[in-house]
């Protein structure tokens, strides 16, 4: 058996995949990809539009993908492929590399679980087997029809930048301080009963596709996504080093009452 | 408790520089940072000229907060600059906000609390280099940061601080926010490019440096957050001020981050070289009151500490002297309740996780190392796996293509260090027993690193 040299990213794209070039000349909406409406084609293009390269978009249009279909699915990806004149191997390639992305339908929310060591040390650990258990599934599984209220996807995953909070846990990227078994338990609770209990720091709840509507850089509605900017971010724990040096009087040197003159232009 | 006092001469312990806005009322709007001096510091730049800020940055003697410590002026200098040749090309700057290493939680707070201050730094530094293009690559599941992000660019796009001729000064600079989608390897700052591009985000080889060949294979700044949100400050109070904090090699504030078993675990921000012992006295000391047993200095990557070195400077060459790195300032403090070989199998998971796959021994090493470490934990260790495991690490270390290979080996070796009887212990409790399937593994494990370095060094 002969092997063609290089390989198909070095190769023209013409020689390499002719059978997906064909799909950039296809009439919109695409027969191929037909999942996607016209405010997805309008928002692919505004997304490329951000970027001095088109293919920049990619990380995006699949977020904006995974809103439509609560996951990235083949549809999905020749969406993607197509909007961008790449092959589906090369976003398929991309797709596969980033936990974000899920391959198989997700639940009305994604409940991450932090077990990294220091969350797992505070009791991460106890929380992702309780929830394990308690809902019968593993990581990345879904307990209840996928996209029906109160479905949940529960995944564990690695340090979420919250460590003085541990242990942490998000759900659609909401963050959950300080949780324990007990409090974590009751959250999914409530969650698989339809409720939204607000998160210790974020915006009021939403689910997944909206949350990666917004990953995308959309809404579609204006006005609770304005109000979601004023969610709350500051808790006890970020404030702590900066209340203390208010309290004891501890201040940074001061500054000098005007800009100081800039140095002077280097010699050339 | 015993109260911390500002004893001698120097800085108060805590000199909240970046943090000083974040306890004001709705501190993320543009009102509330502009009420704080906000975007003054742009006005002052904008008049000068760029090779100036650059001056200025070199001499605060600021250093990258990401991580490495790289002086960040002379990596503003290293872009080139001029009508022809690689100068003439675009340039970009590009905001590393994909804080992802175990431990630290610095940049996500800043960028909720105070992303004005982000913005200010990004149309700084864009100016100093000459790039009409910035990114912020933030971490995807940094939700609320790239809400408050996008808010604040649009503000500041309202108010004619982004866009064509800023405040008139002929200047023009678009920022984009972009989110990633969950990979910690995009921290590394030429797999964010990749990764920025549409790309699998895999480090690439170098040089060339993105100082030369960066995004677009054009010149590119690459900076953290905390690094660029120092920038307006700087501008502000000088250089001469900056330096009244820290050291003469490491000079300013920093956010440490305290987490783990501490009473009051939270960002606490201080002059470069605060101590451990000083940083515990002001987080209220251990939790319960059980003793310290190890801690790392700046996140899992940086080797880690025990009880004797809870008086060495947390500043670049303190942290260094002692063994470590300083990271991130990513102190987590774990007491003595936590077995050391489990915290290493839990990080050595996340490494084995996060190896992009791109080289032999970061891939394979980790895959093994995660394995021995969880026989280990689970009862079957034998006293070679420790011998193995230094060996593997041997072969990883500064034979990997980036440094998340580097790093995973941190925990291993000075856990190893600090704890082997730990380590010995956890074997000697475990049953003998002929265990033909482990001694399978390990034979594997052996013949393919050796396998992969004698490929890796042709
Ligand atoms: C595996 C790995 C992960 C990294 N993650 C981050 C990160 O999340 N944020 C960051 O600013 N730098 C990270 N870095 C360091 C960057 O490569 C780079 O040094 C830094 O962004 C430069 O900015 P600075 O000079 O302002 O520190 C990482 C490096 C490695 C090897
Ligand atoms: S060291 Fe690990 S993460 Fe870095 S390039 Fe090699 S495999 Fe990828
Ligand atoms: S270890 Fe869980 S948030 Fe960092």
């Known amino acids: 058996m002969t092997l063609p040299e290089g390989n198909p990213e070095t190769n023209s794209a013409v020689a390499a995949a002719p059978a997906e070039r064909q799909w950039s000349a296809q009439p919109h909406p695409s027969p191929v990809s037909p999942t996607f409406d016209e405010i997805t084609r309008r928002r692919a293009k ?23 279909e609560g996951f990235v699915s083949q549809d999905g990806i020749r969406f993607c492929a197509e909007t961008l004149e790449l092959t589906t191997a090369e976003v398929s390639a991309v797709a596969t590399f980033y936990t974000m992305y899920k391959r198989t339908p ?17 009791g991460g650990d106890a929380i992702y087997e309780r929830l394990k258990a308690k809902l019968g599934i593993g990581h990345e599984e879904t307990v209840g029809e996928p996209g029906t209220t109160g479905s949940l996807t529960l995944e564990h995953a690695e340090c979420l930048a919250a460590c003085d909070l541990a242990p942490v846990i998000q759900v659609n990227y909401e963050y959950y301080d300080n949780q324990s078994v007990a409090s974590a338990e009751a959250l999914v609770d409530a969650l698989r009963r339809g409720e939204k209990p607000p998160p210790t720091r974020g915006a009021p709840l939403t689910d997944l596709r909206t949350v990666e509507l917004e990953l995308a850089g959309f809404t579609d509605d204006p006005v609770a996504a304005a109000a979601a900017v004023a969610g709350p971010s ?34 050339k | 408790m015993s109260t911390p006092e500002n004893t001698g001469p120097g800085p108060d312990p805590l000199t909240p520089v970046l943090t000083r806005r974040w306890t004001a009322e709705r501190s993320w709007t543009l009102e509330s940072y502009e009420e704080l001096d906000g975007y003054q510091a742009l006005r002052t730049a904008l008049a000068a000229h760029p090779d100036q800020l650059i001056t200025l940055v070199k001499d605060s003697g600021l250093r990258g907060r990401g991580g490495a410590g790289f002086p960040t002026g002379m990596k503003w200098s290293f872009i080139p600059q001029g009508s022809s040749g690689p100068g003439a090309k675009p340039k970009y700057l590009v905001i590393n906000a994909d804080e992802g290493e175990p431990g630290t939680c610095k940049d996500i707070p800043t960028m909720m609390a105070d992303p004005h201050s982000l913005i200010e730094g990004c149309i700084i530094t864009s100016y100093a280099i000459r790039a009409n293009f910035c990114a912020i690559y933030v971490r995807g599941e ?43 390897i995009c921290g590394e700052e030429t797999a964010l490019l990749d990764s920025l591009e549409g790309r699998r985000g895999q480090p690439r080889l170098k040089p060339p440096f993105p100082a030369t060949a960066g995004l677009y294979a054009s010149p590119t700044v690459v900076n953290n957050v905390e690094t660029i949100a120092s920038v307006p400050a700087i501008v502000a109070g000088g250089s001469a001020w900056f330096r009244e904090m820290g050291s003469e090699k490491s000079p300013g504030p920093k956010i440490y981050s305290v987490s783990g078993h501490v009473v009051r675990p939270g960002q606490y921000e201080a002059p470069m070289g605060i101590t451990l012992r000083r940083l515990l006295e002001l987080a209220g000391g251990m939790k319960d009151g059980i003793p310290l047993k190890f801690w790392t200095p700046g996140g899992s990557s940086t080797p880690m500490f025990t009880a004797e070195h809870l008086d060495v400077p947390l500043d670049f060459e303190g942290a260094a002297g002692a063994g470590s790195m300083l990271g991130t300032t990513a102190v987590q403090v774990f007491n003595e309740t936590v077995s050391v070989p489990w915290a290493v199998m839990k990080w050595t998971e996340f490494y084995k996780h996060e190896s992009c796959g791109k080289c032999t021994p970061c891939r394979e090493g980790t895959y093994w190392l995660e394995q021995i470490l969880e026989r280990m934990v689970h009862g079957e260790g034998t006293a070679s796996d420790i011998e193995t495991m230094l060996d593997i690490c041997d072969n990883i270390l500064g034979r990997s293509f980036c440094a998340l290979g580097d790093g995973a080996t941190s925990p291993i070796t000075s856990g190893i260090k600090y704890f082997r009887q730990e380590f010995l212990d956890l074997v000697a409790q475990q049953p003998v027993v002929a265990r033909p399937q482990q001694l399978a593994d390990m034979e594997r494990a052996e013949r393919t690193i050796s396998t992969s370095l004698s490929g890796a060094s042709a």
């Open chain 1, 46 to 68: 505004e997304i490329i539009a951000r970027y001095p390269v088109a293919r920049s978009a990619l990380l995006p249009l699949l977020h904006l993908v995974q809103s439509v």
């Open chain 2, 142 to 184: 940094a939700l609320h940061p790239i809400r408050r992000l996008r808010a604040a660019v649009a503000e500041a796009y309202a108010k004619g601080y982004l866009g064509t001729d800023i405040l008139g000064s002929g200047f023009d600079l678009d920022i984009v926010v972009h989110a990633g989608a969950g990979a910690y």
């Open chain 1, 106 to 122: 997700c639940g009305e929310h994604l409940v991450s679980v932090c077990t990294n060591t220091l969350c797992a040390a505070l």
């Open chain 1, 234 to 267: 500051a808790a006890v724990e970020t404030l702590r080093g900066v209340q203390l040096a208010a309290e004891r009087g501890w201040v940074a040197p001061a500054m000098p009452a005007e800009h100081p003159a800039l140095p002077p232009l280097p010699e």
